[in-house]
């Protein structure tokens, strides 16, 4: 099938990306086709974030978003900071001593997937093709190099390689230029980063594990528009990250924990840290008396401007999360993701409309560097290795006077180029973590959360979790880091059980997998490569 543009992932990049592009041949009076394909079973299935939205992209592509009934319906009206000391104990931080970008005024508790499901709407409405359940599993390639397009992946193979009864090949898309906004670590972006070498001259890229739930509480509970965000416990040692929890609409609180992946204790699980957290009594009187409704998981990368590859090469462009604009100074990748989208848009209809022609070198970085986007990642350049290098206290310090009194602009530059999966500690020279057992009301096991999260897969398929040596698991990261696994993973995808002879074997649960890429992201021996499984495979997220 033939396009004047694909768009690989309708997330908040991709979408805007598609909407921006079809405003502007609107405009002009032109014919444009423009394809978009999501692997989850509908458009936001897999769409998982905090989410407070900051609505300056948003104002850019639909200035009366609100009359079109855009799901933006709970603004922020409260903020609180909290610093968690102990199991008991925290201190509510005043908002003087909060750095800027922190702050949330003007901005909305959204649910993304919502967001993403109108942005969509919105697409169609303007003429794109979005196609829901669709895998992108592999790039095409013209014979000079340029970017082709994509390959959907096939349908109906079985666990051995060979069709099975209803099986269908995939469909090959080809377009003048592709875009690629697959979300943070995408399967496709990291072989075309590696592949036009788009990351020399940067440092290392950084990611966390976000976690999230989402509950329903009694109405006599219920803030809407209420605001925390907190750090400290129970993260201790190497281990540093930051909680949110928000009152959105319909009696709904979201809960959750982002854990910097660049943690040394290889005895540390990031979701029974987040079942404990909730424990604590700042978090705990608002879910008191609730139920937990829904569960899911996604990395988020966080290496700000001095990790963000190039986004552009012969015949594509790489936005969004896909690139890593999100800003960690905010703790907010939307509004930036739509804007790398918008200007993706501009970009290639600037070309489309002068020569019509497909597979060139696009200046989409260029594009970048002179709008308000780049600004502001640049003035967030510094905020995430300040973090890492001095810690919560002082660099929060240190966030705060480049923040407040500079503006951003303090003429340091901080890298951190130390890789997080590298990490990682041996298992005898850290200490163990003993976690408390759920007790069902506050806190759960994981095959219950996973439950919640809807996910589901096609069990007689090629497993989407490949080793690049099946000898590592047990050789290597058994015997080093007690496989750890077991533990960075939030879905019990990874085991070590025991054969009948009482040996231990290395298991995958490929059903129970969220695609939240901390495996591909986190293994010691970066032994684990995640690619696509069948079409609409994974969670299936209400409204996360």
């Not at 703790?331 to 600037?350: D, N, P, Q, R, Y």
Request: hydrophobic share 35%; proline share 6%.
């Amino acid at each position: 099938m033939e396009f004047d543009v694909v768009i690989v992932g309708a997330g908040p990049a991709g979408l805007s990306t598609a909407c921006k592009l079809l405003q502007l041949a609107q405009e002009k009076n032109q014919e444009l086709s423009v394809c978009v394909v999501e692997k989850g079973s509908e458009v936001g299935a897999h769409i998982l974030s905090g989410a407070i939205l900051e609505p300056t992209a948003l104002n850019e592509l639909f200035p009366d978003w609100q009359a079109m009934g855009a799901p933006l319906t709970t603004p922020v009206s409260k903020d609180e900071m909290h610093m968690l000391r102990s199991p008991e104990s925290g201190i509510a931080m005043p908002g003087l001593l909060i750095p800027k970008p922190m702050h949330n005024e003007g901005n909305y508790i959204v649910s993304l997937g919502n967001v993403c499901r109108w942005l969509a709407e919105q697409a169609e409405n303007l003429g794109a093709e979005v196609f829901p359940g669709f895998a992108a599993a592999e790039v095409l390639y013209h014979a000079d190099g340029s970017v082709k397009g994509i390959a959907t992946g096939d349908m109906g193979v079985g666990a051995d390689g060979q069709p099975k009864d209803g099986y269908m090949p995939g469909m090959e898309l080809h377009a003048k230029y592709t875009i690629f906004s697959e979300g943070c670590r995408g399967h496709l972006g990291k072989q075309l980063i590696d592949k036009f070498k788009l990351d020399t001259d940067t440092v290392s890229q950084h990611y966390g594990i976000g976690i999230k739930e989402l509950w329903d509480i009694p109405s006599d509970q219920h803030q809407p528009g209420l605001v925390l965000h907190g750090s400290g416990w129970p993260l201790t040692g190497g281990a540093s990250g930051g909680w949110f929890l928000y009152h959105g609409d319909n009696q709904q609180v979201v809960v959750g924990l982002i854990i910097d992946l660049n943690y040394d204790n290889p005895h540390l699980s990031p979701f029974d840290e987040f079942q404990r957290l909730k424990h604590h009594p700042v978090l705990k009187q608002h879910l008191q008396g609730g139920s937990r409704v829904s569960y899911g998981a996604r990395a988020v990368e966080k290496g700000g401007l001095f990790a963000l590859p190039r986004m552009s090469m012969p015949g594509a462009l790489l936005i969004g999360c896909d690139a890593g604009t999100m800003n960690f100074s905010k703790i907010k990748g939307s509004h930036t993701a739509m804007k790398s989208g918008m200007l993706a848009a501009e970009t290639v209809f600037a070309e489309l409309t002068s020569s019509g022609e497909g597979g060139k070198l696009l200046p989409l970085d260029d594009n970048f560097k002179a709008s308000w986007l780049y600004d502001e990642l640049y003035r967030a350049r510094n905020f995430g290795a300040a973090m890492h290098k001095f810690g919560t206290w002082f660099g929060g310090m240190f966030n705060w006077i480049e923040q407040n009194i500079f503006a951003g602009k303090l003429p340091i530059n901080l890298k951190d180029d130390s890789a997080d999966y590298a990490q990682m500690q041996p298992a005898d020279k850290m200490p163990k973590i003993d976690y408390p057992k759920p007790d069902g009301v506050i806190s759960f096991d994981k095959l219950s959360s996973v439950f919640l999260s809807g996910t589901n897969h096609e069990e007689d398929q090629p497993c989407h979790l490949v080793l690049q040596d099946d000898s590592l698991p047990l050789g290597i990261n058994l015997a080093n880091w007690d496989e750890p696994a077991q533990r960075y993973c939030p879905a019990g995808v990874y085991e070590i059980i025991a054969d009948e002879s009482g040996a231990p074997q290395f298991q995958i649960n490929g059903q129970n997998c969220l695609h939240c890429k901390t495996c591909d992201i986190k293994d010691p021996s970066q032994n684990i490569t995640w690619v696509v499984p069948e079409g609409a495979g994974g969670p299936n997220y209400p409204n996360m």
